[in-house]
């Protein structure tokens, strides 16, 4: 196996992680639904962590592939294949140790991580990889675009907040409940920092490798941006915990900071005229058209999490579905649509064809737009009335309220089912191309390669 | 140009180091105070192990499934009345019938502590014209 081909293992294992992320989301939502669906077989507490752990593993091993396959482009043959190798097995032991934790109830971590922590080492050294490797290929490698910087910033930040993210197993730390629980809000905050500075650096990468000039990269405005990226990664979580009995000023810089979205905001506006140009003009270039989708998602989630931020608004939506709309548009609105855009562009083998004329991947596309957007919409309408039950006279109990909510679930369901449908096509499409690809040898890769429809018309 | 990124890259990484460095060292909340309370600690391990935060809340952070359990001690008075829900369960929540009383006694420890942490309704802060909100002083 050549060196080359790491991106790709670590591809097919994040299509494969998405897969089970949105089976096991599906019948989470069930459970919503139908109480006591499945409670005697595995539980709420344990589908709601294979969920999530399962969605963020496709996130990390997404990321992880984009650094390889740029690197690969970069810097050919500069990582270590062996280390490469020696870190994808360490993500499979971590993937199976998390499975097998969450369905004998071996709990212990954290929201988000709720796995026994045993199974965090392996991430942590898989990590340690990924940066031994990044900086081994980039050796003797000066002035670099801003989507180095980028991907630096979140292999090193992910690592550094994710070491963070167990501080708790010391009393020091979590004696103090408080102090607790704001580290814990830091460091989720700076995770999705971290993986974002990754996903967000692969597109400056892939418009960079699109425009064919080299420029985006290494614009003053890119590095602008970055740095407002990495400021936002640092100091951009206070919003998530306005409610906690913590000091002011936690709170103070929470809410200043989250206004400096305001200038990705206003800069999304600004350039939609020059975005919707170059969109008519690259449609049928599929992974363009997901690139597109992402900044859509961007502008709406945007919106949402500035009026989020506003600790007067906050105070209605916090502890509400609202927030879930919220992950799930990020994750699967900005996070998925970049990483499909990066799998079909760097990641998709070339073996197979997908022409713009490919009718499964035309409706799958769309059919995840609108059913995203039905998704979304669901969760915030059931987060909006919760919000108001939350600050009225509650007449009615909890049980009562949420019971109240499950037309907007089964709406959410509905969707939900149509949303796994449409982007398992194009996930099922890469890995079944993978699959070809390493059937076939690399002469007959050569051979094909010449008759792909990447074009860019 | 060429080290400007470095050198913006450095101070920004200084700046992160002396802010999460100050909230580790002097904490987050002035009412902790110095004072280590390790029950409540072992109890927040409890609510861990038994993945509690999967469908309920501390101050509206975690599932959705389930009430926010962060007054929930003052709102039952009464911890036997806390354990024996706890044992029995309901129809979406499992029983935990098996759990030992050391166990219990943690988590019922932890959840007075989140108690008397301060409120987590959200009736009870006053939001200002500035965008900002700002806790009542007295608890509803």
Known sequence: ?457 | MNRMPSIVFAILCMAFLIYSGSIYIYGASASEGTEFKAEAGNGKLVWQKYNCQGCHQMYGLGGYLGPDLTNVSSKWQNDTILEAVIRSGNERMPSYHGMDRKNMKALLVFLREMDASGTADPRNFRREMNGMIYRNENRN
């Open chain 1, 1 to 457: 196996m050549k060196t080359g081909t790491d991106g790709n293992l670590f591809f097919v294992l994040a299509l494969v992680m998405l897969l089970i992320g949105m089976l096991a989301g599906i019948i989470t939502g069930m459970e919503y639904v139908i109480p006591a669906f499945l409670k005697n077989y595995i539980g709420f507490e344990a589908l709601r962590p294979m969920h999530v752990s399962s969605v963020l593993l496709w996130i990390l091993l997404g990321a992880t592939a984009c650094i390889y396959g740029g690197l690969k482009i970069l810097r050919p043959g500069k990582t270590s294949g062996p280390a490469a190798r020696l870190q994808w097995v360490l993500w499979i032991i971590a993937i199976a140790g998390i499975f097998y934790s969450y369905y004998n109830g071996h709990f212990g971590g954290r929201e988000y991580w709720e796995f026994n922590p045993v199974w965090s080492f392996p991430i942590a050294l898989a990590w340690i990889l990924l940066i031994y490797n990044f900086f081994r290929a980039l050796r003797g490698y000066r002035n670099w675009p801003v989507y180095i910087w980028m991907w630096m910033t979140g292999a090193v930040f992910f690592l550094f907040t994710f070491i963070e993210n167990y501080l708790w197993v010391f009393p020091f730390f979590r004696d103090r409940v408080i102090t607790d629980m704001t580290i814990q809000w830091k460091v989720n905050g700076s995770l999705v920092g971290s993986w974002n500075q990754i996903l967000y650096g692969t597109v400056f990468f892939l418009m960079d490798r699109m425009d064919k000039t080299g420029k985006t990269g290494r614009s003053k405005m890119a590095f602008t941006m970055y740095f407002l990226g990495l400021f936002n990664l640092m100091f951009n979580w206070g919003h998530h915990i306005y409610t906690l009995p913590g000091i002011d000023y936690v709170r103070y810089i929470g809410y200043l900071v989250s206004m400096t979205e305001w200038i990705f905001l206003v800069r999304i506006i600004y350039q939609w005229k020059q975005s919707m140009t170059q969109a008519r003009q690259h449609y049928h270039y599929f992974p363009y058209r997901f690139i597109l989708a992402a900044d859509w998602w961007i502008f709406l989630n945007m919106g949402q999490a500035i009026l989020m931020s506003i600790p007067a608004l906050n105070i209605i939506t916090h502890g509400t579905h609202v927030t879930v709309a919220h992950a799930m548009g990020t994750t699967i609105g900005i996070n998925t649509m970049i990483l499909m855009a990066a799998g079909f562009e760097m990641f998709s083998g070339t073996c197979t064809r997908f022409d713009k004329g490919n009718r499964m991947l035309n409706i799958s596309f769309w059919t995840s737009q609108v059913s995203l957007l039905v998704f979304w919409l669901s969760l915030n309408t059931a987060g909006i009335i919760k919000g108001v039950w939350q600050l009225g006279d509650r007449h009615v109990g909890y049980a009562d309220m949420m019971r109240s909510l499950t037309p907007w679930f089964i709406v959410l369901l509905v969707s939900g089912f149509f949303l796994m449908i449409s982007i398992a096509t194009p996930a099922i499409i890469l890995i079944r191309s993978f699959i070809i690809c390493r059937i076939r040898r690399p002469e007959t890769k050569t051979r094909i390669r010449t008759a792909m429809v990447f074009t860019n018309k």
